[in-house]
């Protein structure tokens, strides 16, 4: 099968190996798969991955133990887990200690013609939702899973109502939109007025970050910016004991100077991945605009130059199409 794969360097291979079948998995044929900023940051060393990369797809499932997943159309939770461990069983699997991460640890993933994950990973997509939306399902959860952190908006304790999203790529405008139909008044901080200019369509509040004077009043402070730069401006912006969610991974070996937590005492908290069937519900509902966020489609077999365009500033979601 056709396959871009990452082993020390980035290449397309139009004859990698179909994978091999396991127990309980389901075999994929992609139909679309998304690029973002993990796949950007395991080619400059994130997780040490090897083998073919992708997390964020659609997909016609060709085979599975459970026939009635069969020649539907899937998306797919991206951590593949063992449900024996005290995490699994405590109901923290997505923190299985023995996992295995789709695209990003011990797992190929979806940037290929086939892919495998076990049919319990997988999520039926309603008519609502078509190809393009579909491919946002996995990012958009993330951004719920900020909501579910911090509660709804009764249940936030007083003066941690406002909320600052720093970061205008891909998933600091999910997490915006989300955060802004969950009732939480929010801004969005970033460096391209051109990307910024998307937020008025959506009645979210932007800043650009050149007119931005960090003075330590932020209640909560949201970084998507993935860099260590974001982190340190999150330290510059929150309020003394106000609250800052950490979306962005990130491969560096800056030092950080972690005092302002201690001394401010603010706390932090890590956000990873969220509730699909919640992600599949808003797109459905038409409550997220991605549309917008798309930049750019292109086919697998330039996948190379689709990853160097996924990386420049100025480019939102770019789109493989297996076809």
């Excluded at 992708?54 to 599975?64: I, K, L, M, Q």
């Excluded at 005092?259 to 005492?265: G, N, Q, S």
Aim: aromatic share 6%; proline share 5%; glycine share 8%.
């Amino acid at each position: 099968m056709r396959a871009l794969v990452f082993d020390k360097t980035l290449s397309f291979d139009p004859r990698r190996p179909d994978p091999p079948p396991a127990a309980g998995d389901s075999l994929l044929k992609i139909r679309q798969a998304g690029i973002c900023s993990t796949d950007l940051e395991i080619t400059h060393g994130y997780m040490q991955f090897r083998g073919i990369l992708g997390h964020e797809f659609v997909a016609d499932v060709v085979s599975s133990p459970n026939r009635d997943l069969v020649g539907q159309r899937v998306v797919g939770e991206i951590n593949i887990v063992c449900g024996r461990c005290d995490l699994c069983l405590s109901g923290l699997s997505s923190h299985c200690r023995a996992r295995s991460v789709l695209g990003i640890a011990n797992h190929d993933g979806v940037f290929a013609e086939f892919a495998r994950l076990p049919a319990a990973n997988l999520h039926l997509l309603p008519s609502t939702v078509d190809d393009d939306q579909a491919v946002f399902v996995e990012p958009l959860a993330a951004a719920f899973q900020v909501v579910k952190q911090l509660g709804n908006r009764s249940a936030v304790s007083e003066g941690r109502r406002w909320v600052t999203v720093l970061g205008d790529g891909r998933l600091g405008f999910l997490v915006a939109q989300v955060l802004r139909n969950a009732g939480f008044p929010v801004r969005v901080v970033g460096k391209h007025p051109e990307k910024l200019s998307i937020c008025e369509k959506w009645s979210i509040r932007s800043r650009l970050l050149a007119d931005i004077d960090p003075r330590h009043d932020q209640d909560i402070v949201v970084d998507c910016t993935g860099s260590p730069a974001g982190f340190e401006l999150a330290m510059q912006m929150v309020r003394p004991r106000g609250l800052i969610v950490l979306k962005s991974t990130m491969y560096a070996g800056k030092q950080l100077n972690l005092a302002p937590l201690v001394v401010d005492e603010i706390s932090v908290i890590g956000s990873r991945c969220g509730p699909f069937r919640e992600a599949i519900a808003a797109l459905s509902q038409k409550q997220v605009d991605v549309a917008s966020l798309i930049s750019r489609r292109m086919r697998l077999e330039q996948g190379v130059e689709a990853m160097n365009w996924a990386a420049m500033p100025q480019v939102l979601k770019v789109i493989l199409t297996m076809d």
